[in-house]
């Protein structure tokens, strides 16, 4: 439960959502246990009498198992790349493997995670990813047969507090505009941390040519700062001075913010050169704003037939595409329809059955 604690990413949240889902089923005992000790433990969550530093350092290598720190249970799911040596059958989950394919972009406690992996895998964990590309990865990168897809659910707003698309009124509401973003003109929007798998020079780059195009139309740039920065820098130095002033860049923003830049952008902009399942492309749809994206990593799956996708190094595609949806008043509704039915398949009820399947298989198989 590490991920619920502090600042909640993208991982943080998955967790969150599908242990409240997983709570509510019958014949199911949660023990959420953390590592952290500086974390505000509450009941039922138990605290292991092990510093997550030190925990990742001796389970890189074969470690005693720990069963009765967990409170001996039947399975233990670790929720977030990394699993504790236990003698029962364990669980991980794998978001992507972007880390494994460029471990340069890995700082040491994540290079860390990626050896406590690998050593759970070697010794007989199950995998568990969140889209059928992570899966196809997984098992390429860590030789296993032993993982499986569990999709997860869409996003929810705990303020509103429903597992379900958020109503428009209740968006409406709970949004608030960024301070100091021009509010008179169009703008693309892209949303999450400056790092380099979210590929943000190539859609500066695409940006520069539909600015050439449409002559007021901006591009916000949502998110904190990241290792890709000089990078996204580097890019819109090279934009005309004229373009450059329309690209605007926000910093980290509050969860209202957030929700007023869904609702007011003509599109989310997600041209990622991995992800493993892309919560921003469903916040989007479920706020009716059409996804421009790739085709890399699970963007497909999750995205269905409700995204505008181009290769994800070819900012010329991408260019297209967004002028397209800029343009086209037809194309803008169409996809913010789809966009509507596409968050319609997924459910966190629907994770935590499977979850929970997945959960009674294994202790079987044991």
Same mark, same amino acid.
């Given at each position: 439960m590490g991920p619920t604690h502090g600042r909640r990413t993208g991982i943080g949240n998955a967790v969150a959502w599908a242990t409240n889902a997983l709570a509510a089923r019958e014949g199911l005992d949660l023990q959420p246990y953390v590592t952290s000790a500086r974390a505000r433990v509450r009941a039922p969550e138990r605290r292991l009498p092990l510093p997550a530093a030190l925990a990742v350092r001796l389970w890189a290598h074969r470690s005693p198992p720990i069963d009765r720190w967990l409170g001996r249970p039947d399975v233990v799911h670790g929720t977030n790349y990394v699993v504790p040596p236990a003698r029962c059958p364990r669980i991980v989950s794998v978001y992507d493997c972007w880390f494994l394919d460029h471990p340069e972009d890995a700082d040491r406690d994540v290079q860390r995670a990626a050896a406590v992996l690998r050593r759970a895998v070697a010794d007989g964990a199950h995998v568990v990813t969140s889209s059928d590309a992570t899966t196809r990865r997984v098992r390429e990168l860590l030789d296993t047969h032993r993982v499986r897809t569990v999709l997860l659910g869409p996003p929810v707003d705990d303020e509103v507090g429903v597992d379900d698309q958020v109503g428009f009124d209740d968006q409406v509401r709970l949004a608030t505009p960024p301070i100091g973003l021009p509010h008179d003109t169009e703008f693309i929007l892209a949303l999450g941390t400056m790092e380099r798998r979210k590929n943000l020079p190539t859609l500066v780059d695409a940006f520069g040519r539909l600015a050439r195009e449409h002559s007021t139309v901006r591009l916000v740039i949502a998110g904190a700062t990241g290792n890709d920065v000089g990078a996204v820098d580097r890019a819109i $130095? #090279? &934009? /005309?001075?004229? @373009?450059?002033? #329309? @690209? @605007? #860049?926000? *910093?980290? @923003?509050? *969860? $209202? /913010?957030? #929700?007023? &830049? &869904?609702l007011h952008a003509r599109a989310l902009a997600y041209p990622s050169l991995d992800e493993g399942f892309g919560f921003p492309i469903l916040e989007a749809q479920q706020a009716g704003t059409p996804v421009v994206a790739s085709t890399a990593g699970s963007i497909p799956q999750i995205a269905g037939a409700a995204a505008l996708l181009s290769p994800a190094n070819d900012s010329e595609a991408l260019a297209a595409n967004l002028y397209w949806i800029v343009t086209s008043d037809e194309m803008h509704a169409k996809l913010v329809r789809r966009g509507t039915a596409n968050v319609a398949r997924f459910s966190w009820a629907t994770t935590a059955e499977h979850y929970h399947a997945m959960y009674q298989e294994v202790v079987d198989d044991a």
């Open positions: $130095a #090279r &934009l /005309s001075p004229e @373009v450059a002033e #329309r @690209v @605007v #860049r926000t *910093g980290t @923003v509050d *969860g $209202a /913010s957030k #929700r007023w &830049l &869904l």
